[in-house]
């Protein structure tokens, strides 16, 4: 089955720790984002990549560091200067030259206390 | 900026009431408007693509229209399984989407 994953499902942290969230797909989608999603807000973009190597900050990129060294992966540190990283963290991709819709994937609900 | 609201915020429905959700936008360039359904504590999950003004798209109880402001999500007879928050979201230039709060809509039986 094709689709993005993503683990683990539930995260706990105490804070000052850093934390890598995963995301895999194999859709054999260029473009991958990460999203924070908190209660009564739509989602918010932390991080893009269009390309394997080359990422864009989103409108919230503080605290937060990716990777793109594989087609198929995407993961996102959250580190301790992230002042609220408490929140529901969503993967998603999107083919290139086609729809321009994005896939999402089933997210990680990360917890730092 | 670009943006998206959605109205209303929450939503309650009998089972087989017909109502209609609200995506208005205001984006420089609009490249296209979407719309996913996300059940709690999972994934948002894609409905429909909509390119330009005018343009419908229907699947089962759901149909998504698109003017040059808004959109809107009719749901025709609606059962319990229909519950869920449905986002909505505009591709601006680039693409990055900008996503609405969503409307929490349930449906009781």
């Known amino acids: 089955d094709g689709g993005i994953t993503q683990s683990p499902k539930y995260l706990f942290r105490k804070e000052g720790q850093n934390v890598t969230l995963s995301c895999e797909q194999n859709?054999?989608?260029?473009?991958m984002y990460w999203y924070r999603q908190d209660p009564g807000q739509g989602l918010r973009l932390i991080y893009y990549s269009q390309i394997v190597n080359d990422f864009q900050k989103g409108d919230i990129a503080e605290g937060y560091s990716v990777s793109r060294e594989k087609k198929e992966s995407f993961p996102l540190t959250v580190t301790s200067a992230q002042k609220n990283p408490t929140a529901f963290y969503l993967c998603?991709?999107?083919?290139?030259?086609?729809?321009?819709?994005?896939?999402f994937g089933p997210g990680t609900r990360l917890t730092v206390t | 900026e670009d943006q998206v609201t959605q109205s209303p915020e929450a939503l309650r429905l009998q089972e087989g009431e017909s109502s209609s959700l609200n995506c208005s936008y205001t984006?420089?360039?609009?490249?296209?408007l979407f719309w996913y359904r996300q059940d709690p504590g999972k994934g948002p999950e894609f409905l429909f693509t909509l390119y330009s003004a005018g343009e419908e798209k229907e699947k089962e109880r759901l149909k998504a229209t698109l003017t040059k402001k808004e959109s809107f999500l009719h749901i025709t007879a609606p059962k319990p399984e229909d519950s869920a928050t449905y986002l909505c979201a505009v591709q601006a230039e680039g693409n990055k989407l900008v996503f609405g709060a969503g409307t929490i809509l349930r449906v009781k039986s």
């Open positions: 859709l054999n989608h260029d473009a």
């Open positions: 998603a991709s999107r083919g290139t030259g086609g729809p321009h819709e994005q896939y």
């Open positions: 984006v420089s360039g609009l490249r296209g």
